[in-house]
């Protein structure tokens, strides 16, 4: 009897050895991919920071080319009255 129970001990210490391997690599798994995420998002975040400023020096340049702005309503010419 008491070397069923030693035989099932010993199994069990087994398969709970075996979990924690396999928990430690899902743990590193799960690490490695998280850093990689982590590091794509960081080169998102620049190149839609360059984007934002390309499209801000784009409007700049397009004012400076246009004149103002101007609001609806606010032009003199009779034309434009109709």
């Given at each position: 009897m008491r070397a069923a129970l030693a035989?099932?001990?010993?199994a069990g210490q087994k398969l709970v050895?075996?979990?924690r391997a396999q928990l430690?690599?899902?743990?590193?798994?799960t690490g490695i991919q998280l850093l990689g995420t982590r590091n794509e998002l960081a080169?998102?975040?620049?190149?839609l920071e360059v984007a934002r400023q390309?499209?801000?020096q784009w409007v700049r340049g397009m004012e400076g080319a246009q004149g103002p702005p101007r609001?609806?309503?606010s032009s003199t010419d009779p034309r434009?009255?109709?």
């Open positions: 035989r099932e001990a010993e050895a075996q979990g430690q690599r899902y743990r590193q798994d080169r998102l975040h620049a190149r390309d499209v801000l609001q609806k309503g434009d009255a109709a």
